[in-house]
């Protein structure tokens, strides 16, 4: 048997964890689930993409990777595209809508922007799939018949950097706990003097920037299209409510749950049905255990 | 003139078809406050269910039973509320967020089984031969057209009637209570999930039966037809009209599909040719902002009744 799938899966179950944390996040604090949280993560990688081309004049390889410093600085710039693009609609569009009181207006405004942020990105660059670079990876065996590419080492420890450094913030910094404080109970947050709008700030940031890194990887590992986003939008539901809303940890888990068992439907059923795997554990998440895996019993 | 004549029927017979889908709708949404963002899904499961009963006997698929057209509408409706409803049971005792997510989801797995079960949807070439009510009529386009219009209008009319039937009813008086006031409700003795999932499930059962028309109305359906831009387009039409109207809801699907079409046409004009499939995605753009205007400054929406549904 091929074990080659359980790589693959780790791979895209880290991209679809990374941008999950910005679901739970959102959805924890916020309190509305973004259906725009995969254009985010589109309009990320295409802020990269242009970066890399106009500004830094093409991606240089080192190391044996697709990609070098131009595409790393790339990133960074597409974290904070997508920041202020998540900035900027909170300010125009669920600020408002959030203090009238009603979350499922909310989640109806987040709908109406991902349709038009997706499809200015169609009107701007297309919907043909773009890539980084053209460079060959050679894959290398690595024992037990699975083979890797550089590209996809580097991701993975990059992922790994992220989530680590993310875990680190939420749970040992100020501002983490103030944000895990506003999660738990709003009305007493206020009381006792946390700036509610920094960490609303903060939980886009951190959201709007871990979803253009996603991107970013995505494409890098697959393609850019305008419509990445909207196809990963239903594993990282699915992996935010497996790990439990508002769990970072339960989170990235249930992203590489999803991930793998993707992979194992690609190797075992066929590639076609791949996107029906994250709806079956969402339903049997949903008819056997609500809060997931990390998940504390509903307010 | 003539042609006149069939275009407007045939442009009011499409706008009707989205009405009904908006009816559905508005009593899933605007009546009980369930967010259902898989509209395309439930509508192509009444589609596909209609064309598989009614078509003639196919060689490469399951299906071409060849039944009889009214048989077809009933099998979407039942089908496509038991989806509804099974959807409801699984979520509704969770936050309103889940039916948003899993409906997502619906839609999501619907167009992949449209997609990849050949044997039984026909994959990417989609079901042809779908018979058509007064087929015998097609040899004379005017006449088809102006009955296909009768038919479709009756339908909206009595789909409209038994809604309004409904939300008059002591069942729709409880729905407006549990989405006004939902612990005073339950403090009544009405058990919230059930009659959730009830509207739920006639909502859903009313859209198959759109997308059971509109099949039987086009003759032929593809994947293609059931995408996101289709519920996008079934929001914005109950969100112009009002939600929580059916004159507006109706009146919101005519005049949405009207500004959808005049803006095609109008691209087709004046944008070159290069640029059309651009200037397509520019078109839901401007439905996307026109949708988040309105839920900003007017919820009500246009043809909506006087009193607001609740959103201050």
């Given at each position: 048997?091929?074990?080659?799938?359980?790589?693959?899966?780790?791979?895209?179950?880290?991209?679809?964890?990374?941008?999950?944390?910005?679901?739970?996040?959102?959805?924890?604090?916020?309190?509305?689930?973004?259906?725009?949280?995969?254009?985010?993560?589109?309009?990320?990688?295409?802020?990269?993409?242009?970066?890399?081309?106009?500004?830094?004049?093409?991606?240089?390889?080192?190391?044996?990777?697709?990609?070098?410093?131009?595409?790393?600085?790339?990133?960074?710039?597409?974290?904070?595209?997508?920041?202020?693009?998540?900035?900027?609609?909170?300010?125009?569009?669920?600020?408002?809508?959030?203090?009238?009181?009603?979350?499922?207006?909310?989640?109806?405004?987040?709908?109406?922007?991902?349709?038009?942020?997706?499809?200015?990105?169609?009107?701007?660059?297309t919907s043909s799939p773009v890539y980084y670079s053209s460079a060959l990876q050679i894959a290398r065996p690595i024992g037990l018949g699975i083979r890797i590419t550089p590209d996809q080492v580097a991701l993975l420890?990059?992922?790994?950097?992220?989530?680590?450094?993310?875990?680190?913030?939420?749970?040992?910094?100020?501002?983490?706990?103030?944000?895990?404080?506003?999660?738990?109970?709003?009305?007493?947050?206020?009381?006792?003097?946390?700036?509610?709008?920094?960490?609303?700030?903060?939980?886009?940031?951190?959201?709007?920037?871990?979803?253009?890194?996603?991107?970013?990887?995505?494409?890098?590992?697959?393609?850019?299209?305008?419509?990445?986003?909207?196809?990963?939008?239903?594993?990282?539901?699915?992996?935010?409510?497996?790990?439990?809303?508002?769990?970072?940890?339960?989170?990235?888990?249930?992203?590489?749950?999803?991930?793998?068992?993707?992979?194992?439907?690609?190797?075992?059923?066929?590639?076609?049905?791949?996107?029906?795997?994250?709806?079956?554990?969402?339903?049997?998440?949903?008819?056997?255990?609500?809060?997931?895996?990390?998940?504390?019993?509903?307010? | 003139?003539?042609?006149?004549?069939?275009?407007?029927?045939?442009?009011?017979?499409?706008?009707?078809?989205?009405?009904?889908?908006?009816?559905?709708?508005?009593?899933?949404?605007?009546?009980?406050?369930?967010?259902?963002?898989?509209?395309?899904?439930?509508?192509?499961?009444?589609?596909?269910?209609?064309?598989?009963?009614?078509?003639?006997?196919?060689?490469?698929?399951?299906?071409?039973?060849?039944?009889?057209?009214?048989?077809?509408?009933?099998?979407?409706?039942?089908?496509?509320?038991?989806?509804?409803?099974?959807?409801?049971?699984?979520?509704?005792?969770?936050?309103?967020?889940?039916?948003?997510?899993?409906?997502?989801?619906?839609?999501?797995?619907?167009?992949?089984?449209?997609?990849?079960?050949?044997?039984?949807?026909?994959?990417?070439?989609?079901?042809?031969?779908?018979?058509?009510?007064?087929?015998?009529?097609?040899?004379?386009?005017?006449?088809?057209?102006?009955?296909?219009?009768?038919?479709?209008?009756?339908?909206?009319?009595?789909?409209?009637?038994?809604?309004?039937?409904?939300?008059?009813?002591?069942?729709?008086?409880?729905?407006?209570?549990?989405?006004?006031?939902?612990?005073?409700?339950?403090?009544?003795?009405?058990?919230?999930?059930?009659?959730?999932?009830?509207?739920?499930?006639?909502?859903?059962?009313?859209?198959?039966?759109?997308?059971?028309?509109?099949?039987?109305?086009?003759?032929?359906?593809?994947?293609?037809?059931?995408?996101?831009?289709?519920?996008?387009?079934?929001?914005?039409?109950?969100?112009?009209?009002?939600?929580?109207?059916?004159r507006g809801a109706i009146l919101g699907a005519i005049l949405v599909w009207a500004v959808w079409v005049g803006a095609g046409t109008l691209s087709a004009w004046v944008i070159p040719g290069a640029w059309q499939a651009?200037?397509?995605?520019?078109?839901?753009?401007?439905?996307?902002?026109?949708?988040?205007?309105?839920?900003?400054?007017?919820?009500?929406?246009?043809?909506?009744?006087?009193?607001?549904?609740?959103?201050?």
């Amino acid at each position: 048997m091929n074990l080659q799938f359980l790589l693959d899966g780790t791979l895209s179950g880290a991209m679809i964890g990374l941008g999950a944390i910005g679901i739970t996040l959102t959805y924890s604090i916020l309190r509305f689930s973004n259906f725009a949280h995969g254009d985010l993560m589109a309009w990320g990688a295409y802020a990269a993409l242009v970066a890399v081309g106009a500004i830094l004049g093409g991606p240089v390889p080192v190391l044996g990777l697709s990609f070098g410093l131009p595409l790393i600085v790339a990133t960074l710039f597409a974290m904070m595209v997508a920041s202020g693009l998540a900035l900027l609609l909170d300010w125009l569009l669920f600020a408002r809508l959030r203090a009238r009181g009603q979350a499922i207006i909310v989640v109806m405004a987040s709908f109406g922007a991902s349709m038009a942020l997706r499809n200015l990105l169609e009107f701007i660059f297309t919907s043909s799939p773009v890539y980084y670079s053209s460079a060959l990876q050679i894959a290398r065996p690595i024992g037990l018949g699975i083979r890797i590419t550089p590209d996809q080492v580097a991701l993975l420890v990059l992922t790994a950097l992220l989530v680590t450094g993310m875990h680190l913030y939420l749970t040992r910094s100020q501002r983490g706990r103030e944000m895990r404080a506003y999660a738990q109970n709003p009305a007493l947050a206020r009381v006792v003097g946390i700036d509610v709008s920094a960490v609303i700030r903060t939980t886009w940031i951190i959201g709007a920037s871990l979803a253009a890194a996603a991107g970013v990887m995505v494409g890098v590992l697959v393609q850019v299209r305008p419509l990445m986003g909207l196809d990963l939008l239903l594993p990282m539901f699915a992996a935010a409510i497996l790990g439990g809303i508002g769990s970072v940890p339960g989170a990235v888990l249930a992203g590489l749950i999803i991930g793998l068992s993707e992979a194992a439907a690609v190797q075992f059923i066929g590639a076609e049905w791949r996107a029906a795997v994250a709806f079956a554990i969402l339903m049997a998440v949903l008819l056997v255990r609500p809060t997931g895996l990390f998940g504390v019993t509903e307010r | 003139m003539i042609d006149l004549i069939g275009y407007f029927g045939f442009f009011f017979s499409t706008a009707l078809i989205f009405a009904i889908i908006t009816l559905g709708l508005n009593l899933q949404w605007g009546l009980t406050g369930l967010f259902n963002v898989g509209v395309a899904g439930f509508v192509a499961i009444g589609a596909y269910t209609s064309a598989i009963l009614t078509t003639p006997d196919a060689a490469d698929r399951i299906g071409g039973f060849g039944l009889p057209i009214l048989v077809g509408w009933l099998g979407a409706i039942v089908l496509t509320g038991a989806v509804s409803a099974f959807t409801g049971f699984a979520t509704l005792r969770l936050k309103a967020d889940y039916l948003a997510i899993t409906t997502f989801g619906v839609a999501v797995v619907v167009q992949l089984i449209a997609l990849n079960a050949q044997g039984l949807t026909g994959g990417p070439f989609g079901i042809a031969f779908i018979p058509r009510p007064f087929g015998g009529l097609q040899a004379d386009p005017l006449a088809f057209n102006l009955v296909n219009l009768a038919v479709i209008a009756t339908i909206t009319l009595l789909v409209s009637l038994f809604l309004g039937h409904l939300s008059r009813s002591p069942w729709g008086r409880v729905l407006r209570a549990l989405r006004e006031d939902e612990r005073a409700a339950i403090s009544l003795g009405k058990n919230a999930r059930s009659y959730r999932i009830q509207a739920f499930a006639v909502g859903g059962a009313i859209m198959g039966l759109a997308g059971a028309v509109q099949a039987h109305f086009i003759g032929f359906i593809a994947p293609d037809n059931y995408v996101p831009t289709l519920t996008f387009q079934v929001w914005a039409m109950l969100m112009v009209g009002g939600s929580g109207s059916n004159r507006g809801a109706i009146l919101g699907a005519i005049l949405v599909w009207a500004v959808w079409v005049g803006a095609g046409t109008l691209s087709a004009w004046v944008i070159p040719g290069a640029w059309q499939a651009r200037a397509a995605s520019l078109q839901i753009v401007m439905i996307g902002v026109l949708l988040c205007i309105i839920l900003l400054w007017r919820p009500q929406g246009f043809f909506g009744p006087r009193r607001g549904r609740g959103m201050e």
